[in-house]
């Protein structure tokens, strides 16, 4: 937020003819909200990672309001919480009864999920923070010079 109100409010200075818009100052913060939902999926996904166990799972009901998800309990009767999403793995073809695969966290803090890749949030997060870094620079630079044009700062 402040990466977009800073500079607007400092276009104050610059008379109304000779102003810019700052676009380039609105990517930053988009990535950023950006790095916040994909950070919060890499992370469930780093907890799985490195305390997740796989484990053979009953679909015992499944909720079809707008986007799917499965409540699942173990072959041996455990229950697995929170439920397992629509993205991870419960599809629209799955329905009560259907047994699958799943990764799930013990303590229940990280959602199951289906998906057997490495890290598939290495390189999109990567992007994204240096789409909000080179960005960020940039408009900040654009906006130092129009404040040494416009206001002698």
Request: overall charge neutral.
């Amino acid at each position: 937020m402040a990466t977009v109100l800073v500079p607007v409010l400092g276009l104050r200075q610059i008379p109304r003819g000779e102003r810019k818009m700052t676009w380039q100052l609105v990517f930053p913060v988009i990535a950023g909200v950006a790095l916040g939902v994909f950070g919060h999926a890499a992370g469930d996904h780093s907890a799985l990672a490195d305390r997740g166990e796989w484990v053979d799972a009953v679909v015992v009901s499944k909720e079809d309001s707008g986007t799917n998800h499965c409540d699942l309990r173990t072959t041996d009767g455990r229950a697995i919480s929170p439920s397992l999403s629509e993205g991870d793995g419960c599809r629209d073809a799955r329905s009560k009864g259907d047994e699958l695969r799943v990764r799930y966290d013990p303590k229940g803090v990280a959602g199951p999920t289906e998906d057997r890749s490495a890290d598939p949030y290495g390189g999109m997060l990567t992007a994204l923070f240096l789409v909000a870094v080179l960005m960020g620079t940039w408009g900040g630079v654009r906006q130092s010079t129009w404040d040494r044009q416009y206001g002698g700062r």
